[in-house]
């Protein structure tokens, strides 16, 4: 049967600029978020975790938001670099024990 | 510090015959999951392992079980395998216990089924 792949969604930026990448969580209940970013051929890689009784926390050059009333959560990267090319997941955590359920990605594309 | 370890990284299978991944997770994390990775259905979670009992188990079919070692070493089967179980197969780690926490992925078994 005919194979239907899900609809990535895309972020092009130019190489500098700030980038933002959106997620819009399912369960009201989840307490735990996670950032991974996918490179192509690679497992994902952490990049920032946050928890429900915050929203907001800081990394180097990246700041996740949380925002609880919309259950959405942001990733903010400051000045883009080449090397930040890759699929985007956030990941909710909404169970006791290690199960996430995981967003379907944005493909973000640096523009040198 | 050694990474989470999978093993075979690719192969290839025929629809019918049964397979089995290995995974070794971080040193001193004894929490493994599983997750499968496609194309249509994005990054899904299979089960979850710690001192060798499932902790959880996400909604596939028989077909998928794993298993744990005394070690943390873990082990995923499918059998009777599909087309569409042709996926990348991701393991991850983590040392929280009772508590979640950060999960740390492999680089995936990737499993072409003919």
């Known amino acids: 049967g005919e194979s239907v792949g899900l609809h990535l969604p895309t972020l092009s930026v130019q190489e500098g600029d700030n980038s933002i990448i959106n997620c819009a969580y399912s369960n009201s209940a989840s307490d735990y978020f996670i950032w991974y970013k996918q490179e192509s051929g690679k497992g994902p890689q952490f990049i920032i975790d946050?928890?429900?009784?915050?929203d907001k926390r800081q990394g180097q050059r990246v700041t996740v938001l949380l925002n609880k009333t919309v259950k959405h959560l942001s990733l903010q990267i400051a000045a883009t670099q080449p090397g930040d090319s890759a699929v985007y997941f956030c990941?909710?955590?909404?169970?006791?024990?290690?199960?996430?359920?995981f967003g379907t990605g944005t493909s973000l594309t640096v523009i040198p | 510090k050694a990474g989470v370890t999978q093993t075979p990284r690719y192969l290839i299978k025929t629809r019918g015959q049964q397979v089995t991944l290995s995974c070794s997770p971080i040193?001193?994390?004894?929490?493994v999951s599983w997750y499968q990775q496609t194309p249509g259905q994005g990054l899904q979670f299979l089960f979850e392992y710690f001192s060798e009992t499932q902790r959880n188990k996400g909604n596939f079919p028989g077909r998928f079980s794993g298993r744990q070692f005394s070690n943390s070493r873990s082990e995923m089967n499918v059998s009777t395998l599909e087309l569409g179980d042709s996926a990348l197969y991701l393991c991850?780690?983590?040392?929280?216990?009772?508590?979640?926490?950060?999960?740390?992925f492999g680089e995936g078994s990737r499993l072409t089924v003919l």
């Open positions: 946050i928890r429900s009784n915050m």
């Open positions: 990941a909710e955590n909404k169970d006791t024990g290690n199960q996430f359920y």
């Open positions: 991850a780690s983590s040392l929280r216990t009772l508590d979640t926490g950060e999960l740390f």
């Open positions: 040193s001193g994390h004894r929490s």
